[in-house]
T-cell receptor, first 111, second 114 residues
Framework: RKEVEQDPGPFNVPEGATVAFNCTYSNSASQSFFWYRQDCRKEPKLLMSVYSSGNEDGRFTAQLNRASQYISLLIRDSKLSDSATYLCVVGYSSNTGKLIFGQGTTLQVKP | EAGVTQSPTHLIKTRGQQATLRCSPISGHTSVYWYQQALGLGLQFLLWYDEGEERNRGNFPPRFSGRQFPNYSSELNVNALELEDSALYLC?????????????FGPGTRLTVL
């Protein structure tokens, strides 16, 4: 079983749609959680950290359910520029320095 | 504020040669991380340097090595290159040590082994 699992998609949605991505992680000792965005052949860019209480940044809302080991990302009012691969990322502890990346979910927003 | 920088952008080598990749972290960041992203695969953790010391390494053979300099910049060396080493090598930095902290990535070095 992969340490971080995501539905690879692709998710094809029209502009203005709301889309949700889900992610599960296997290690219950995981301590930090992030969503990154990666455009084709570019570096990952941090979209947002995910906190236990959930957090929102504009059109983006992230939720964490530690009991179910589940992370979600909701994008409202999708824009063409949101088209990218979204990476679910988990960190175990400050002693490893290591982030575990999911394979990514591809989003294509169409006019 | 300047982001993480990496050089070279592209590197072409032949099997058996050595490759050296360089990374400069964001100013004030002391931790540097290296990841490999092979085509169609996810990012795989390679190495973590903090305060000049190697703190952790991923599941890669010893021919992948590196170092961190006093100015916190870092170098990744890959010896005895193999065809499957062809990948995008990404460097990231963070403000303080460990996986609790957000890591910011550079644009990567695309290594091609012929």
């Amino acid at each position: 079983r992969k340490e971080v699992e995501q539905d690879p998609g692709p998710f094809n949605v029209p502009e203005g749609a709301t889309v949700a991505f889900n992610c599960t992680y296997s290690n219950s000792a995981s301590q930090s959680f992030f969503w990154y965005r990666q455009d084709c052949r570019k570096e990952p860019k941090l979209l947002m950290s995910v906190y236990s209480s959930g957090n929102e940044d504009g059109r983006f809302t992230a939720q964490l359910n530690r009991a179910s080991q589940y992370i979600s990302l909701l994008i409202r009012d999708s824009k063409l520029s949101d088209s990218a691969t979204y990476l679910c990322v988990v960190g175990y502890s400050s002693n490893t320095g290591k982030l575990i990346f999911g394979q990514g979910t591809t989003l294509q927003v169409k006019p | 504020e300047a982001g993480v920088t990496q050089s070279p952008t592209h590197l072409i080598k032949t099997r058996g040669q050595q490759a050296t990749l360089r990374c400069s972290p964001i100013s004030g960041h002391t931790s540097v991380y290296w990841y490999q992203q092979a085509l169609g695969l996810g990012l795989q953790f390679l190495l973590w340097y903090d305060e000049g010391e190697e703190r952790n390494r991923g599941n890669f053979p010893p021919r992948f090595s590196g170092r961190q300099f006093p100015n916190y910049s870092s170098e990744l060396n890959v010896n005895a290159l193999e065809l499957e080493d062809s990948a995008l090598y990404l460097c990231a930095s963070s403000l303080a040590r460990g996986a609790y902290n957000e890591q910011f990535f550079g644009p990567g070095t695309r290594l091609t082994v012929l």
